[in-house]
């Protein structure tokens, strides 16, 4: 752990000073004076193409950022991480998923016990029972096939499965129908399994703790649900399998221990989409698909741990949000997938970043006096530019972009005469990366004849930031080297700051609340209320609702 506060290490000092010198120069300018920096700035490892250099940096930039990753002990973090040292430290846990794709023969202890084995079990589990619902062997109460899979989860129980489940459909196993249930709100159950028979229907209940209350409320109204039509409790057994690190409480639903898939508390809910969470992603894209995904998780994982850091993506990635963060004040990053598989990757980076890095206090429980993580968003591309890219070239604020592209559509449309969907696809996503980066002058307006009074409108100043990442195409093995990738940039942001990445007290505090406003929306008699006015009148407005109900 850097002993040093963040603001006191020299590099910290040293990159403020430097942007004050930089802040005034434009990309333009950059390129022209460095005609093969589109070339040098970039770096590939696992399948990414890297091109960082339509950032605002130079070689300077470069070095400070990568002196201030030395001075924040990066390399002793990575380490620390990796050896399963307990660095959550507000929790007392080991930080492992790095374990949940490491091969059979590694060792990765824990208070001196080796997790792998561990894993490595669990994922045989899995395969068996992912291959016998493929395969139309596993059989609901009355003798039918499953053909229906429900996820019931929410946060890091939800998102990675959704996500993977769309960015790999086109690997799925189409016969067979994925819904995802998450949302307290009974809109949500009730439309995923309005059109659903219960006796083709599977339900993995999927909560770490098994005790959050979204999750437990909506597998209580799917048990009920199935009830209703099977009548006969013994049809749980065959309907309903539990993804938990909480066997006693998944056996006290009704679930059979035999369709329990654990996993460990060393791995964190945003993290998770790896381990037994991952498995209605097994059911859809089979066994060897998953293991092809941890593949490509590895592979990411091995670089992060290996590569020297200018030549390490995540590294690169990591830093480049630090500097626009702390020194140029930016307060968003946009991630733009080019490719319509990937519509729910930035809802799945939105928890990844925020609830790691989204911390006001470091490591020790100071209160930190700079910018933490920028709030992630985004559209698949080319929906955004038709939306609001507006704003990204001609607003007010400065909005470093991820554009994520690949070289190979896997659905390749489009005539042979002219240029095909994925042609047009690609050209817009190298197209606004050079927009954003190179604008156009007032000059450049006027000699296209634009009236000076439109003039204004219509330039883009340019000089706005972006990555650009090309990728084969979008597989399981891909797709798993992608999410490391971000996984392993969080941490090197997280180390940077000096925050634990990998707690989320912040989610807390609303929880307890909504517990005790719960009980006085339903009180029978006119409760007690001890909150603020604002509160108490919304309490009582809904009360009324309820009673002319
Ligand atoms: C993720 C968070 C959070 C968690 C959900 C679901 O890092 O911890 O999003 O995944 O609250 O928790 P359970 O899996 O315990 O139901």
Not at 100 to 112: M, N, S, Y
Not at 361 to 368: P, S
Not at 496 to 510: K, M
Not at 527 to 537: Q, R, V, Y
Request: one cysteine or more.
């Amino acid at each position: 752990m850097p002993t040093e506060p963040l603001p006191t290490r020299p590099a910290w000092a040293a990159l403020r000073s430097h942007h004050g010198e930089l802040a005034g120069t434009h990309l333009r300018d950059l390129f022209a004076t460095d005609p093969d920096r589109g070339e040098r700035l970039t770096a590939e490892a696992c399948g990414i193409y890297l091109d960082y250099s339509k950032h605002r940096i130079t070689d300077q930039t470069l070095r400070l950022l990568l002196q201030l990753a030395d001075e924040s002990d990066l390399r002793g973090r990575i380490d620390a991480m990796f050896s399963g040292a307990k660095i959550n430290v507000t929790e007392d846990r080991a930080v492992l998923h790095v374990a949940l794709r490491a091969p059979k023969q590694a060792v990765i202890e824990v208070d001196g016990l080796n997790v792998v084995p561990g894993v490595h079990e669990v994922l045989d589990r899995m395969a068996e029972f992912a291959t016998s619902v493929r395969e139309g062997k596993w059989l609901g109460h009355t003798g039918k096939p499953i053909v229906n899979i429900v996820n019931i989860g929410i946060g890091g129980s939800d998102l990675g499965p959704v996500m993977a489940y769309e960015a790999l459909r086109h690997f799925s196993a189409r016969e067979l129908t994925f819904r995802f249930v998450s949302n307290i709100d009974g809109t949500d159950f009730a439309e995923a399994t309005r059109d659903l028979d219960p006796a083709e229907t599977l339900f993995i209940v999927s909560s770490k703790t098994f005790t959050t209350l979204e999750t437990m409320t909506n597998a209580s109204t799917a048990r009920d649900w199935l009830l209703a039509e099977l009548q006969d409790r013994s049809a749980i057994a065959k309907h309903f399998v539990a993804v938990s690190t909480n066997a006693e409480a998944a056996s006290e639903f009704g679930i059979d221990v035999m369709n329990m898939f654990g996993f460990w508390d060393w791995v964190g809910g945003r993290y998770s989409m790896d381990s037994a969470i991952g498995l209605s992603t097994m059911i859809a894209i089979g066994a060897d698909g998953f293991r092809d995904l941890l593949a490509g998780f590895h592979e990411m994982d091995e670089h992060f741990r290996t590569a020297p850091f200018e030549a390490n993506l995540p590294v690169l990635l990591g830093l480049l949000t630090v500097w626009y963060a702390d020194f140029f004040g930016a307060q968003t990053q946009a991630v733009l997938p080019y490719d319509q598989y990937l519509k729910r990757f930035p809802a799945y980076l939105q928890q990844l970043t925020m609830e790691s890095n989204g911390k006001h206090v470091t490591l020790t429980g100071d209160a930190v006096d700079y910018a933490t993580s920028p709030v992630y968003w985004g559209e698949p591309g080319t929906n955004g530019q038709h939306s609001f890219y507006q704003l990204i070239h001609q607003g007010t604020e400065l909005i470093p972009c991820d554009f994520i592209g690949f070289l190979h559509s896997m659905n390749p449309l489009g005539s042979t005469s002219g240029p095909t969907h994925h042609d047009l696809l690609t050209a817009n996503v190298f197209a606004q990366g050079e927009a954003l980066a190179f604008g156009k002058t007032a000059d450049e307006v006027r000699a296209e004849g634009t009236p000076e009074w439109l003039v204004p409108h219509r330039v883009f100043e340019g000089n706005r930031p972006s990555s650009t990442m090309l990728i084969e195409r979008l597989t399981p093995h891909s797709l798993g080297v992608l999410i490391a990738l971000y996984e392993h940039s969080v941490f090197t942001q997280g180390t940077i700051w000096t925050i634990n990445s990998f707690d989320q007290w912040g989610v807390e505090l609303g929880k307890v609340l909504a517990k005790k406003v719960a009980a006085e929306l339903g009180a029978p008699d006119e409760p007690e209320l001890g909150h603020d006015s604002s509160t108490n009148a919304l309490i009582r407005r809904y009360r009324a609702a309820r009673r002319e109900v």
